[in-house]
């Protein structure tokens, strides 16, 4: 059995897995040194491909840009919002913890949302539009959560959390250092305000 070879809208064959190869080379290099410093030549050698077959996938830098960030976290933070484990409330302080695989290396890379919509100064671009888009579905499902528990105003209360979480990403890059702890922190205080206490019930 021969391995499909890959094809592009007007049939031209593609090398195997290059596509894959051009966005995982894009996903390391835009992380580490930006996406204004990363060029096309730069990346078509990490991915070991020329720039020809780099272009019979994507038809510009702007449309990888855009694909590499709708392969981020498509499901957004499925690894907190899903978790049945968690009460709503749980999940909601889990959003500020970092994974047990971070390393200190990971520390000081700022959100690649945040990222690029600092890089990209058109707000019609896609990769904006899709940052744009991404933050919006942050808010929402912090939102839901904080309805499912019980927030006497959740969307307000989602929002505040979404900012919190921006301004940890934000200041972790800036001062290199962790700033998610005293985020949470934050974020208790906030929930707590918010979700009014359960009543005592009666003997």
């Known amino acids: 059995m021969t391995e499909e070879v890959e094809k592009g809208p007007r049939g031209v064959r593609r090398g195997r897995g ?14 580490e040194q930006g996406i204004n410093q990363t060029g096309m030549d730069q990346l078509c050698a990490a991915a070991q491909v020329s720039k020809r077959t780099a272009y019979q996938h994507f038809a510009g830098k702007d449309e990888l840009v855009a694909e ?3 392969r981020l976290d498509p499901d957004v933070m499925p690894g907190v919002f899903d978790r049945t484990d968690l009460t709503p409330r749980e999940r909601l ?20 949302f ?16 899709r940052a744009h888009d991404y933050k919006k579905a942050v808010s929402a499902r912090l939102a839901e ?17 979404a900012l919190l979480l921006d301004g940890a990403s934000a200041r972790n890059r800036a001062l290199n250092t962790e700033t998610f702890p005293t985020a949470a922190a934050i974020a208790a205080v906030l929930i707590d305000n918010a979700i009014p206490a359960p009543k005592p019930s009666r003997p």
């Open 18 to 31: 290059a596509r894959e190869r051009i966005l995982s080379a894009s996903q390391q290099l835009f992380r």
């Open 68 to 70: 590499y960030l709708r």
């Open 93 to 112: 302080l889990a959003a500020f913890e970092l994974p047990t695989t971070v390393t200190q290396d990971d520390i000081t890379p700022l959100c690649p």
């Open 114 to 129: 945040i990222a690029a919509s600092v890089e990209i100064p058109d707000p019609h671009h896609p990769a904006r539009q």
């Open 145 to 161: 959560t904080a309805r499912e528990a019980g927030a006497a105003n959740p969307e307000q209360l989602g929002e505040q959390l």
